[in-house]
């Protein structure tokens, strides 16, 4: 029983973690269709910038909460520059910007071995997330707690971002239909730079709370990639919504799963789940409706 | 495009003979050329090492890039400390030692091709390097095809014993189960293993079955992780839900920081609880982090802190040359031995032939900083001296126990009765 | 010979067409009009089997609701997009041999082609395009490309052809050889234009259906529509003026 | 003259060229090592002409090919796991490696793989029907462009992992340690010859098939597909079919490449068929030019010839140069090097437009 509700804890804190790690995604493919292989990445810089940050300030605690957005800055600055300097001259070329992205995305690996050196640096994790929180009998960890909770202001952060201010408004309409809101007047460029701007910022937030749980290495951001990639896939394109579902989702299954099988066994069954859930709903869990032909 | 496709020659007919003429090409070609057939002896490759000049070419094959090259670029540091240290007092039979060097890039293929490369190609005298049993096993063909000598510095899973490698690291009955006594007499009575999924991990975790079965310990759970997998709840979960006395750990790289991480942060302890690893270094100490491991136990041949001359000596000369803040670790040792094993091989055989190496390994010796090491000339395998270490606040390891002298290698556990049934010898 | 009856798409709960009932016969060039999204296009992706649909389509007695893409594309009914959609980095004789060959055999897909059908070189003379056997779909006019899938649609043996704003960016002499095309290809088919261009309109349909707020407002011949007050008042913009929300995003 | 290579005389010559120097030339001026690392490099190229058919004219981004790289690879290394055991040891043997991992029995799979004719048929089946049955689920529920790419990608992931934790397998070591290839002595070099002359020839073989293809009604039609599907679908066809045979086709290649790879190496694990190992079988489709025929060969030979040439002096800049790859030729080449000849002709004509085949 004590197990049972572990898993079951164990799904939605797996679950948070993806959806740090694809909610960005989810709005940057969500709105351009591009594919951002260099997301990892920019998790990954949010992980030297919790690094960073704490070899500077020292305490862990003060660090912690000095990264965040701090890794919000250097995730977005990441993002803003690669969309300036590629991806906006990739417009109608979603495949070939996937691939000019994994090659920035070596590019950045390499770059953060020759700076940081190969092997695994150490984030010390803050006194008050150390231990674990006794919960309906289970002991649940306060970093999982913190992440879970990070998660949740995230994604609060985001709708209310995305249906209260202008800027938000913005990005829906140009999610919803581009060229209509070209001819409303917005101007897709900036909305476009702002929107990878926030989506890779996010990606740095999701870097500086994942140091807290797994390793700083320069590989850190590829265990993420791939099932941030099927959260988004299945969760639907540009659909918050969609990519909190997917993420609980998958995060439970693979705990239960994991549970009664192995980890290994899991990872492939949730590929197969996955593809056998596009049969049933190919564009996803939940779509935006466009009679668009593409 | 000038021309009207309507005016093109028939396609399938061009098709078709291109088609019969590729095949009939390579038909011809391939008949032609057929070698030995199984069975049959194979025309052994000629040697090409260049024994006449003042110099003597070695290989150094290491990752240093892709994910192992955070502990691979390590070994090549000892190496080149050895290669230095005995150019320095004279060579090998007055030769300079030259290194060549070359990058596995974590890859097995692209171990298996430097290794040829090495051979064939540079004419190398021997090889020092690998780190994974996936680019030792990729490399052991290339090494038997070619006759010609691998030294490999890493504690591994046993059951190999190759003419054409020697074997610096522990085997099983020289890391594994010493580990197991250690905690038998320490009044474990239960254990949960945790591994990453590969090779060394389900071998020694069938090993620690097979221990634990005779000796009565039982065995509350075996989980494995995908390598490189970050997400531990689930495992930590079962692992503490279990109550065991005991964790035997064989995870690998990355891994260990998010587990001990998990681990501490459901309130395990290394009192209660305490967790024995045989792949954690000092090398690794630091990114996981000392709070999340401090107490916890290790099982090697070799520390940094180990009193001995020969370590005094070897640890100054490796931190003058790479730095003050550099730790040197059991790997790093072995491979620092593999490299005085051979020259000194080579001393006595006063030959650089491969087959006058195998002729005169046995029993050769050397006082290296884990104590002295003596090779086997049967199995190629040495001699090992077993620790137990404790990672202490200061992120080295402090042994706690040690074997009484260094343990003969016996890589297929012939000495052991329990383990009769886990392997079949050749 | 294509008759649609009580046609309703939903999008959402927002229903783009609402019970539409058309008919197209052979021999007449029938035009739809009406105001964005009024549910023209809409219509015709329900009818090609593009959006899901309630109600019913029936081409010579046989129902094609529920029917895949290139199912109903068989079936004889062939369409063109608001924006001419070829084949760019393919010759016109290339564009046309593969609309020619739906029904071919996997086998005789595999070889090359030895000489164009004759109905392909017959129909590239039909639309204009006879001296451009050999150039890349993407470097013609925009208007030969309209021509184009025109062509595509005839060679497909498409005997319905439901054509999307095909005179869009034209000048005028190519409007008139579109419009004078239209009614050649009209002589055995039945062709549905989607249109806002008026001129074109009064200068060559047949008959009129005006599409509002996805309901037919009035059909008939040229005269009788332009006469029809409710249509009038649509035309003068007192209605409604909302966009069709993916208009733009269809090409 | 530009179209001399479209001639029949023009294919010809280029494929007698083409045998010339893979045949004759190179077995002349190379090692023995050298030609065995022109061998596997042939193996690469021969997966790259797949990839040029399913992406450069399918517009299928096929970033799993590893899948089925790895299926060829693992079938041709059982067959030749078996055959070693039997050899020494009788009919029935367990393979040496299943002996240390502690299996006694032969597990049931393995036994037909004692068959060179059964090997080899599902060398040339299995991967095939395994992409025909995934390309149907995929293709005809509409799942496609970046949809694809990334279910491709996960496909990849998932396989490497699934192979890791099977025993009977290797595991994570994989498969190595081949004596024989049907009969033949592995460690002669006189047979590691005739290897590097199957891989050519099979090289020359998969061109030819891709030839046809290409120039095909068929050819034409998938080029079709990939600039628009709904096009296609309109005009009656169904898409998803054209889709897939591309696709099973490319698995085809792979899989072959895999079988060959196999022997030539001397070891398939998982680490050859992940995700990055299947990212990196596209790069030198993209430098050589993804949509012409021979590009992706030269593309794909000459990448495995710098990463074998470059990593050895300079590891970490290796990685930089890879990466820069994929940035500079993607970004701004996206015909790859074949599209270089043809700009330079263009301009010497009458300039056209430029189609840029994404």
């Known amino acids: 029983m004590d197990l049972f509700i572990g898993q079951l804890f164990t799904g939605l804190s797996t679950g948070s973690i993806l959806l740090l790690a ?4 989810s709005l940057t493919f969500g709105q351009m269709g591009v594919i951002n292989m260099a997301h990892g990445e920019f998790i990954m810089a949010g992980c030297y910038t919790a690094y960073v940050t704490q070899q500077v300030v020292g305490d862990a605690g003060v660090s912690l909460l000095i990264a965040l957005p701090i890794g919000f800055l250097v995730g977005g600055i990441m993002g803003w520059v690669l969309e300036a300097l590629l991806i906006r001259h990739l417009y109608h070329r979603p495949l070939d910007t996937l691939l000019v992205t994994f090659g920035v995305g070596l590019v950045l690996q390499q770059v953060a071995r020759d700076v940081f050196g190969a092997p695994a640096v150490n984030v010390t994790v803050p006194e008050f997330l150390r231990g674990g929180v006794d919960l309906l009998g289970t002991t649940v960890p306060k970093t999982r707690l913190f992440i879970m909770g990070l998660a949740i202001v995230a994604v609060t952060a985001v709708t209310l971002v995305l249906r209260f201010t202008p800027a938000g408004r913005r990005i829906r309409a140009v999610v919803g239909n581009r060229d209509l809101a070209e001819t409303a007047g917005i101007s897709s460029r900036t909305v476009d730079a702002g929107t990878f701007f926030i989506g890779s910022g996010l990606a740095g937030v999701a870097g500086v709370a994942l140091t807290l749980i797994g390793s700083t290495s320069p590989t850190t951001g590829q265990s993420y990639l791939v099932d941030a990639f099927l959260v988004v896939v299945a969760g639907g394109l540009g659909r918050i919504k969609g990519a909190v579902v997917a993420a609980i989702a998958l995060g439970t299954f693979q705990a239960v ?8 066994l899991a990872k492939v069954g949730v590929f197969v789940v996955i593809v056998v859930f596009l049969q049933l709903r190919p564009q996803g869990l939940f779509t935006l409706r466009t009679r668009s032909l593409a | 495009m000038p021309h009207r496709f309507t ?3 028939s396609p399938a007919r061009t098709f078709a003979r291109t088609l019969a003429a590729s095949v009939a090409i390579t038909g011809l070609v391939a008949t032609a050329a057929c070698g030995s057939r199984a069975g049959e002896e194979t025309a052994a490759a000629e040697s090409c090492v260049d024994t006449s000049g003042d110099t003597i070419k070695v290989g150094a094959l290491n990752s240093l890039s892709g994910t192992m090259s955070i502990s691979e670029t390590t070994v090549r540091d000892a190496i080149y400390l050895a290669v230095d240290e005995i150019n320095a007092a004279g060579g090998v039979q007055g030769k300079e030692i030259e290194i060549v060097a070359e990058d596995g890039a974590s890859e097995p293929t692209v171990f298996a091709e430097k290794a040829e490369k090495l051979i064939r190609e540079d004419c190398v005298a021997a090889v020092f390097g690998g780190w994974t049993s996936a680019s030792r096993k990729a490399m052991l063909p290339v090494f038997e095809d070619n006759d010609s000598l691998l030294y490999y510095p890493v504690q591994y899973e046993g059951l190999e014993a190759s003419e054409n490698i020697f074997y610096t690291g522990a085997t099983t009955n020289q890391q594994i189960i010493p580990a197991l006594d250690y905690l038998a007499e320490t009044g474990v009575k239960s254990l949960y293993l945790v591994g ?13 079955n097979a221990y634990a079965a005779d000796k009565g310990i039982e065995i509350l759970g075996e989980d494995y992780a995908q390598l490189g997998s970050v997400e531990f709840s689930t495992i930590v979960n079962q692992v503490s839900a279990s109550g065991a006395d005991a964790v035997f750990n064989t995870l690998n790289g990355d891994s260990n920081v998010a587990f001990f991480r998990e681990y501490a942060n459901v309130g395990l302890t290394a009192e ?21 491991i401090e107490g916890q136990l290790a099982a090697w041949n070799y520390y940094q802190t180990v009193e001995s001359p020969a370590n005094t000596t070897f640890v100054e000369a490796f931190k003058a040359e790479y730095g003050a803040d550099r730790v040197t670790s059991d ?6 031995n593999s490299v005085y094993l051979w020259a000194a091989t080579v001393e006595k055989a006063e030959s650089f032939a491969v087959e006058d190496i195998q002729a005169n390994a046995d029993g050769v010796s050397f006082d290296s900083p884990e104590g002295t090491v003596v090779i086997d000339g049967d199995n190629h395998h040495v001699t090992k001296t077993a620790r137990i270490g404790e990672i202490s606040a200061d992120g080295l390891l402090y042994t706690v126990w040690e074997s009484e002298g260094p343990i003969e290698p016996d890589p297929f556990l012939e000495g052991y009765d329990w383990a009769a049934d886990l392997t079949v010898t050749e | 010979m294509l008759i649609c009856k009580n046609i309703e798409v939903d999008f959402d709960g927002f229903k783009a067409v609402n019970g539409v009932d058309l008919t197209l016969d052979r021999g007449e060039v029938h035009f739809l009009i009406g105001p964005n999204g009024a549910g023209k296009t809409t219509l015709v992706d329900a009818v090609t089997g593009l959006a899901k649909y309630s109600g019913s389509v029936v081409k010579d007695g046989e129902e094609l ?26 010759t016109v004789a290339q564009n046309l041999d593969i609309a020619a060959g739906a029904g071919r055999s996997p086998w005789a897909l595999l070889r090359r082609r030895k000489h164009l059908p004759a109905n392909v070189v017959e129909t590239m003379d039909r639309i204009g395009l006879g001296k451009e056997a050999d150039t890349p779909a993407g470097i013609l006019a925009h208007g030969q490309k309209q021509w184009l899938e025109i062509g595509m649609l005839l060679v497909g043996d498409a005997d319905v052809l439901l054509l999307d704003e095909p005179i869009a960016g034209m000048g005028h002499e190519e409007r008139d050889t579109t419009g004078r095309l239209l009614h050649d290809i009209a002589a055995d088919r039945a062709v549905a234009v989607v249109e806002h261009d008026m001129d074109f309109m009064r200068a060559f349909a047949d008959r ?41 995003a269809t090409a | 003259m530009r179209n001399f290579f479209a001639t029949r005389l023009g294919t010809w010559t280029g494929f007698a060229a083409a045998a010339l120097v893979l045949f004759g030339l190179a077995p002349l001026v190379l090692s023995g090592f050298r030609l065995g690392l022109l061998a596997q490099f042939t193996c690469y190229a021969i997966v790259a002409v797949g990839i040029g058919l399913a992406w450069g004219r399918g517009g299928m981004l096929t970033l799993g090919q590893g899948v089925f790289f790895g299926m060829g690879a693992y079938l041709m290394a059982m067959h030749l796991k078996m055959a070693d055991a039997e050899f020494r040891n009788g009919p029935g043997a367990v393979p040496d490696f299943m002996e240390l991992a502690g299996i006694r029995e032969l597990p049931a799979y393995w036994a037909p793989f004692s068959s060179p004719v059964f090997t080899i048929a599902a060398i040339l089946v299995l991967p095939t029907a395994f992409a025909v049955v995934l390309g149907l689920a995929v293709f005809k529920r509409r799942v496609k462009g970046a949809y694809f790419a990334i279910l491709s990608q996960a496909l990849a992931g998932a396989f490497a992992i699934l192979l890791i934790g099977q025993q009977s397998l290797g595991g994570f070591n994989g498969l190595s340690r081949f004596r024989y290839f049907f009969g033949y002595n592995l460690d002669d070099p006189v047979n590691q010859q005739m290897l590097y002359f199957i891989a050519a020839g099979v090289l020359l073989v998969v061109v030819a098939i891709a030839l046809q293809l290409r120039r095909s009604r068929y050819g034409e039609l998938l080029v079709a597909v990939r600039d628009a599907e709904e096009r296609v679908r309109f005009l009656g066809y169904d898409a998803a079919n054209i889709k897939v045979v591309a696709y099973a086709t490319a698995a085809l290649f792979a899989s072959v490449a895999g079988a060959i790879f196999v022997p030539v190496v001397g070891i398939i694990s998982p680490a050859s068929i992940g995700i990055v190992p299947s990212i990196m079988f596209i790069l030198g489709v993209a430098i050589g030019g993804r949509a012409s025929l021979v590009g992706p060969v030269v593309g794909a030979l000459a990448v495995a010839w710098a990463q074998t040439a470059l990593s050895e002096q300079f590891p970490s800049a290796w990685t930089y140069a890879q990466g820069l790859l994929f940035i500079l030729v993607i970004a701004l080449l996206p015909g790859g090097i074949a599209s270089v000849a043809a700009l330079t002709k263009r301009f010497q004509r009458t300039p056209a437009p430029v189609e840029a085949a994404a």
Request: charged letters at 20%.
């Open chain 2, 7 to 9: 005016t093109l020659p």
């Open chain 2, 331 to 336: 790997p790093m040792e072995a491979a620092y």
């Open chain 3, 208 to 248: 009129v259906t005006v599409l509002h707020a996805g309901a037919v407002l009035a059909s008939g011949s040229v005269d009788e529509v332009s006469g029809d007050p409710r249509v009038q008042a649509v035309y003068l913009g007192t209605a409604t003026d909302e966009k069709e929300p993916a208009d733009a």
């Open chain 2, 272 to 292: 209660e609880m305490p967790v024995m690893s045989v792949s954690i270094a000092e090398e690794e100490v630091g990114g996981i982090g000392v709070e999340n």
């Open chain 1, 257 to 264: 799963f994991e549970t009664y099988s192995t980890a290994s």
């Open chain 1, 22 to 25: 694809a909610l960005g995604l």
């Open chain 3, 65 to 90: 609701r529920g029917k895949k893409v290139h199912h109903i594309a068989r079936k004889g009914i062939g369409r063109t997009f608001q924006t001419a959609t070829v084949f760019e980095d393919l």
């Open chain 2, 196 to 208: 990453s999924d590969y090779v060394f991990p389900r071998t020694a975790n069938a090993i620690i």
